[in-house]
């Protein structure tokens, strides 16, 4: 049987996700965790699993915080926890102790238990809007359409991105009848006036979602007061129903020397992109894409490019950069970003 975590471990890494949520400002996130690392008690099995999680790593990087508040979220949103809903946003801020006895029964309800077995997905589609932009770069410089091959995809959300709409700096892009609008904050200069069009779609994730089946699991994760996010996944789930987009099940690595040795349509820009994805990747498979890359891009030409589009952390993990490289072309940083594609500074360096 693995060693049980101190319960001293579990209720730090309580505090220590509340503190992460006061900084990305969620106040909503900040007294939920704070509270339940301070009054969570063993008296439901929800209690005992959580208080005595089992020593494989730390609670924290297990992600137990967001895996317990995912699932509360998860209740609320199916109606299961009506008194507890009450005190949800957006509804205002609740003092503790009537969030506590909100939140007590709750505890007690067995549909949780399933929420603390598996470590929290997200897709976030706020990312499309620096992609976009990415993409309006490469279609600017070779005036084609665009297949795109996206490592990582999640639910493929960010494979929709032409669905979407986009004012990018002042720059309109993607479909106008979109119901789904990306307008983040914007420095510098906009993105160049180009036409995207996205020839084919296709991802690849080590745990493909759904987008139908998985859309409640998604909406969970999202914390709850960031309504803007949830609006926008909303939007986005209910655009990829109707459009599933491909996304095969596999490593990154393999999927991409197999997407890369296929013959590609001349008079199309192959663009293979990733958002906050690499870092979870093995360092093996990095290396192999990094390196596929390279050999593809020496047979790349004029009438038949390649583009890597990345929105990524840097190498100290300090800010998220959009980096764009071509074949023919080369290496450029584009902007910097907020994570969560909210924010964006163009930068938009000359090609080196
Ligand atoms: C933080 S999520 C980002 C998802 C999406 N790119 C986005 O921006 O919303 C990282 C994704 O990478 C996937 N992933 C992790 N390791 C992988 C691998 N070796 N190959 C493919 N996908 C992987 C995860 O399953 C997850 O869906």
Redesign the pocket.
């Known amino acids: 049987m693995p060693a049980s975590a101190t319960e001293a471990a579990v209720r730090a890494a309580f505090a220590r996700q509340a503190g992460w949520a006061k900084t990305l400002g969620s106040p909503f996130m900040e007294r939920l965790c704070a509270l339940l690392g301070e009054r969570l008690s063993r008296d439901t099995e929800v209690g005992r699993r959580v208080l005595g999680w089992p020593d494989r790593a730390d609670p924290f990087s297990d992600a137990l915080p967001l895996r317990l508040a995912g699932g509360l979220h998860a209740l609320v949103r199916a109606g299961r926890a009506p008194q507890l809903a009450a005190l949800y946003p957006p509804k205002a801020l609740p003092n503790e102790d009537p969030l506590w006895a909100a939140l007590e029964p709750v505890l007690g309800d067995p549909a949780l238990l399933p929420w603390l077995e598996s470590a929290p997905?997200?897709?976030?589609?706020g990312?499309s809007a620096p992609l976009m932009a990415g993409l309006l770069v490469v279609a600017e410089r070779f005036e084609q359409p665009v297949e795109l091959l996206?490592?990582?995809?999640?639910?493929g959300?960010?494979l929709h991105l032409d669905r979407y709409r986009y004012d990018l700096g002042g720059r309109p892009a993607g479909d106008p009848a979109s119901p789904l609008r990306l307008a983040p904050d914007w420095e510098g200069p906009p993105p160049p006036d180009a036409e995207v069009r996205v020839a084919s779609r296709r991802g690849?994730?080590?745990?493909?979602?759904d987008p139908r089946r998985d859309g409640n699991r998604l909406l969970a994760y999202v914390w709850p007061d960031q309504i803007r996010r949830l609006a926008q996944l909303e939007a986005a789930l209910a655009v990829a129903a109707g459009h599933p987009a491909p996304v095969d099940r596999?490593?990154?690595?393999g999927?991409l020397e197999s997407r890369l040795a296929e013959r590609q349509h001349p008079g199309t820009t192959r663009v293979v992109l990733?958002?906050?994805?690499f870092?979870?990747?093995?360092a093996e498979?990095k290396a192999r894409i990094v390196a596929a890359l390279a050999e593809a891009g020496k047979a790349a030409g004029a009438r038949s490019p390649l583009a890597w589009l990345r929105?990524e952390f840097d190498a100290e993990d300090r800010a998220v950069e959009l980096r764009l490289t071509t074949w023919p072309g080369g290496e450029r940083l584009l902007a910097r970003g907020h994570p969560h594609g909210a924010a964006l500074s163009w930068i938009a360096a000359p090609a080196r």
Do not use: C, K, M
């Open positions: 997905q997200t897709n976030e589609v990312r996206e490592l990582g995809a999640s639910a959300l960010n690849v994730d080590i745990n493909p979602l596999g490593d990154a690595a999927w990733h958002s906050i994805a870092q979870y990747f093995p498979s929105y």
